[in-house]
């Protein structure tokens, strides 16, 4: 166990610069950016507009929300080039000699690069999410108590709010990387195949799954048939109506019922299939890597 | 057993490696031509061969980065099903620079310490010592000579039973080199450790080797105790015409004029029958091998 958590963290020493160093060079531009747009009065200070005379919290809760948002696309696009450039940084200045000559298998290597992506890789770009959420509510705090929109007596409520947008963000994370648990090993797996060309096979195997079948079995066209609708499904992250409704209303946002509407329209089954079919393509990667002399 | 794997023998100590019938292709090409040798614990071995013979090959499948015909085993295990398990005592260095450029020095011995149960930081730092390398310098800023040298740290406070070195000094200067034998030398082997080294500067090592094997286009075509080889083959300087027609008739191996001496090698003849000829000596091992690799074979009946 011991070693197996020494790998993961190996994995995160190599690539930390793409999930760590820079995520906080991008908070520190946003920061910066913000700073100068409230200081050149590109940004109205006094928050006139109606939301703020409503409702003057809502700008921490749909601020932070969208952060939330922002943080989980970079991590999806960062964990899609992760796994399709981690998984074949082995062979990269004939480093593959050095990893073989430790004991330590094949297989255990490439699960720990796949269990880094699922914990220690996106759970570094979560902190720095919630450290994006902190600088956005201390401008946020100090421009309200300048233009008087806000009192110190705010304080308590922003920090539920802060807790409510921390645990849906952590929600959608960690459900995200279950749910796509199995294109993670997918592509990671091609990437012990081919390395980098694992990025344009991964988005045309889609592609050609679905030609095949329209091919063989028929169909409207090759994009009306089961495999293309299988993946539209199983690539979307369930609904959840508690979001949609909350948009519209004047609520304060609840992280504890997001987190529950959205676990509630998780297909279970499908991650656990998912997990399984996972840990049998990084199998088969690591029987490659095992058998191929890449050196 | 053929006489190059009985040759290699000491007692009846099990081999810390074994291969008979050792087989590679690539493709259509055969690369290895059925190896058979054995190679004994507490030896200092030169695998030597020229490029494309077969060493990195045979090194490979001793390693269990390569799968073979026939059979081998390393350590009593089959290297390439149970490579993970044999690295625990089996330790490596590439003819080419491996170490993960991307780590600190510091930051690879963390590593070290917690997959590799016989690596100990302690050794690798004191191996370092007296060095430029500092803990916190990254890998890939490292000039070719001490990265050299930090690979030599690691794998020296590795506790194994088999230490392979694959062109180990490959592009470094002459200081170093010799630097680097002496202290594996020195600060490594023990009776119970055994040492394989390939290498083209032949005669840098050939003060620490107990044993040699010569490879050519994937066959063994010599292995023996350097002992074997001081009593086998014998260099005779020969400068008198009628001499040389005379030592011609006991069948040199090899034959050569330097600087209008002629220099003739010779296989299994009594020194005393060489010796009205010229000056008697024993053959480096790179004029040994420069010998051995223009006739058909050094052991025939190993060979066919």
Redesign the interface.
């Known amino acids: 166990m011991r070693a197996f958590a020494a790998l993961v963290h190996r994995e995160f020493i190599e690539h930390r610069g793409a999930f760590l160093v820079g995520p906080l060079i991008l908070v520190a531009v946003l920061f910066g950016a913000t700073i100068l747009a409230f200081t050149v009065g590109r940004v109205d200070a006094r928050f006139s507009g109606q939301v703020f005379t409503v409702a003057p919290l809502r700008v921490y809760e749909v601020g932070f929300l969208a952060f939330g948002a922002g943080w989980s696309l970079y991590l999806i696009s960062t964990l899609f080039f992760y796994s399709a450039d981690g998984f074949a940084a082995d062979k990269r200045n004939n480093a593959m000699l050095f990893w073989k000559s430790m004991p330590q298998s094949d297989f255990k290597v490439l699960l720990s690069k796949f269990v880094a992506a699922l914990t220690i890789l996106p759970g570094v770009v979560y902190a720095v999410a919630l450290l994006s959420g902190i600088l956005l509510f201390g401008v946020a705090f100090a421009t309200t108590l300048i233009n008087g929109t806000g009192s110190v007596g705010f304080l308590g409520q922003i920090a539920i709010i802060y807790g409510q947008v921390a645990l849906a963000i952590l929600a959608v994370v960690a459900c995200g990387l279950l749910w796509y648990m199995p294109f993670i090993a997918l592509v990671g797996a091609l990437a012990t195949l081919v390395g980098r060309w694992a990025i344009p096979i991964a988005a045309l195997l889609p592609a050609l799954l679905s030609t095949l079948e329209w091919v063989t079995l028929g169909g409207f066209h090759p994009f009306a048939t089961h495999v293309w609708g299988f993946l539209e499904q199983r690539l979307a992250l369930p609904d959840t109506p508690y979001a949609e409704a909350w948009l519209v209303s004047a609520e304060p946002f609840s992280g504890w019922a997001f987190t529950l509407d959205l676990i509630a329209g998780i297909d279970w089954m499908q991650v656990v299939l998912g997990g399984v079919f996972a840990l049998v393509v990084i199998f088969a990667a690591s029987e490659y890597r095992r058998r191929g002399n890449d050196n | 057993m053929n006489e190059l794997s009985t040759l290699g023998q000491t007692g009846d100590l099990a081999p810390i490696v074994s291969a008979r019938g050792l087989r590679k292709r690539f493709g259509r090409k055969e690369i290895l031509h059925g190896l058979d040798f054995d190679i004994p614990p507490g030896r200092i071995y030169g695998l030597i061969g020229h490029n494309g013979a077969g060493k990195t090959t045979t090194l490979?499948a001793m390693?269990?980065?390569?799968?073979c015909e026939g059979t081998i085993r390393v350590l009593g295990e089959d290297p390439f099903a149970k490579?993970?398990?044999?690295?625990?005592n089996?330790?490596?260095i590439?003819d080419?620079?491996?170490?993960?450029?991307?780590?600190r020095v510091r930051?690879l011995f963390?590593?070290?310490t917690?997959?590799?149960?016989n690596f100990s930081p302690e050794k690798a730092r004191a191996f370092l010592e007296g060095t430029d390398i500092r803990p916190e310098m990254k890998i890939k800023h490292l000039s070719k000579g001490m990265m050299a040298q930090l690979h030599l740290a690691v794998v020296m406070a590795i506790d194994a039973k088999l230490l392979v070195l694959d062109e180990p000094t490959l592009g470094l200067d002459i200081t170093y080199r010799k630097r680097f034998y002496r202290r594996l030398l020195e600060d490594y082997m023990t009776e119970e450790r055994t040492l394989l080294i390939t290498t083209h500067q032949v005669d840098e090592i050939e003060f620490m080797l107990s044993d040699i094997m010569f490879i050519r286009d994937g066959e063994l075509i010599l292995h023996m105790q350097m002992e074997t080889v001081n009593d086998k083959f014998t260099q005779v300087v020969v400068n008198d015409p009628a001499d040389q027609q005379a030592a011609r008739a006991h069948n040199p191996v090899y034959e050569e004029t330097r600087f209008g001496q002629t220099v003739m090698i010779f296989d299994g003849v009594d020194r005393a029958v060489l010796e009205p000829f010229g000056k008697l000596s024993t053959p480096t091992l790179s004029d040994l091998f420069v010998a051995l690799m223009q006739r058909p074979t050094a052991n025939p009946e190993s060979a066919e």
């Open positions: 490979n390693l269990g980065l390569t799968s490579r993970a398990k044999l690295m625990e089996v330790a490596f590439s080419v620079a491996s170490l993960p450029r991307f780590m930051e963390a590593l070290l917690n997959i590799h149960p």
